[in-house]
């Protein structure tokens, strides 16, 4: 099922799915629980992220063609670090460039798979990890990247947890119809110019060997959300390096979930 949560004309937040041509069917009960489709269609006024975020934890240097233009080595383990929940940003919505870095913050993209755990998991194997799955939708990790290298402490959760830089959507696929999240195609188009290509099949540790390892001695709770890493292509590693400005749209897309599109603003 594709799960949209989105605001109606009497401005109720709802959840729906078949949307198309400005409105959608609702959905009625709980999202990690039993969903019931009504008959009833209502108008979509505006898109929500999918998912009420619990928490976001996030994969670093996870496909191997980005950890070979970044210059580092493959890492041993997953690489780890979250974002604030106040991050989440919607689809269509404008992402503002952080004004506290005097000499330009260097805002860059990172299109991802951002995977949504349905099921409380602690201490799970990587045979059953995607059980504890609910779905996936895309994500943007929005990076400032003076504040990621230099202004914290060596330390991502800075440059990376700015309002707004995370922004997911459109919608929420729920993982019965993917079978294989290894084996999806994503790109990330910038002003209309294509930035990263590349397929899900390039990541080091798949999608069930992060839930295993975030998992260990952790709780998953349901609505965590975790974004699985982006692929090469990003602004900072090019050659001169390109970042994101005021008036750029900026859209990510990964094959049979969707296409995010974000606009920049001061």
Request: charge should be negative; include cysteine; proline fraction near 6%.
């Amino acid at each position: 099922m594709k799960i949209i949560r989105f605001i109606d004309e009497c401005q109720n937040e709802q959840l729906g799915t078949d949307c198309h041509d400005g409105s959608a069917a609702l959905l009625d009960g709980d999202l990690y629980g039993t969903l019931i489709p009504c008959d009833k269609r209502v108008t979509v006024k505006s898109l929500l992220a999918p998912v009420v975020v619990a928490n976001i934890f996030c994969i670093g240097l996870n496909y191997r063609e980005h950890a070979m233009e970044t210059g580092k080595e493959l890492p041993r383990y997953p690489i780890v670090f979250m974002k604030p929940t106040t991050a989440v940003t919607n689809p269509d919505s404008a992402i503002a460039l952080p004004k506290c870095c005097e000499r330009g913050p260097e805002v860059d993209f990172e299109g991802e798979l951002a995977v949504v755990i349905g099921r409380t998991a602690k201490d799970v194997s990587e045979t059953d990890a995607l059980k504890h799955v609910f779905g996936y939708t895309v994500a943007n990790d929005i990076s400032a990247r003076k504040w990621q290298r230099h202004a914290g402490g060596g330390q991502w959760i800075r440059g990376k947890g700015f309002d707004g830089f995370c922004p997911l959507g459109p919608m929420l696929v729920t993982a019965d119809e993917i079978a294989d999240p290894q084996q999806l195609n994503i790109s990330t188009v910038l002003n209309g110019q294509t930035m990263q290509q590349s397929s899900t099949a390039d990541m080091i540790f798949s999608v069930a060997q992060l839930i295993s390892f975030l998992s260990q001695d952790t709780t998953l709770l349901p609505g965590t959300v975790i974004l699985t890493g982006t692929p090469s292509g990003v602004g900072v590693a090019r050659k001169p390096p390109l970042f994101l400005a005021n008036g750029d749209h900026i859209s990510v897309e990964i094959e049979r979930i969707g296409q995010l599109n974000n606009s920049i603003t001061c």
